[in-house]
């Protein structure tokens, strides 16, 4: 019985490492040292591996062999990024564009988000509004029978 307790913890601890503990937390294998462990929080953090490789050091000069204990610990908790992995990817409303999820970079506000859509949406519909206007004036059908005059030639 006590076997397969220790089995069953032994499995879950297996699963969380593998699944990066739930908050994608991986060993680098680009930004890499040692082995990985620094590259892999500044990954996670979305900030430059060589920040965390200096706060390790200062770790270091505070805390001593106890840094040292633990980074050794990191390299065994945490798993390689796997190669085939995807990285979890946010829109970020400010660029348009889609970027890795950070850990520490919160969204704009819900409210600021659906007021930013529906500055978008009125833009758009003054937009067709004008295009409306143009396709329906005398202006556009002059334009029109201009090109079609130049195509004839």
Known sequence: MMYKKQH?????????????????????????????????????????????????VGSFFMLGGLSVLLYIIAIFAIDKRPRHATVNMEYDEEQHQYRPRNAFKYGASTSSRLQKAKQRIDNALDRVKNMEAYVTSKQYELNKEFSRMQRGK
């Not at 060993?27 to 430059?48: P, Q, Y």
Request: aromatic share 12%; charged share 30%.
């Open 8 to 56: 069953r913890k032994h499995q879950q601890f297996k699963d969380d490492k593998a699944s990066g503990w739930g908050r994608n937390i991986y060993r680098s294998r680009e930004n890499k040292r040692f082995a990985g462990v620094c590259g892999g929080i500044a990954e996670h953090l979305n900030i430059e591996p060589w920040i965390i490789r200096l706060l390790f």
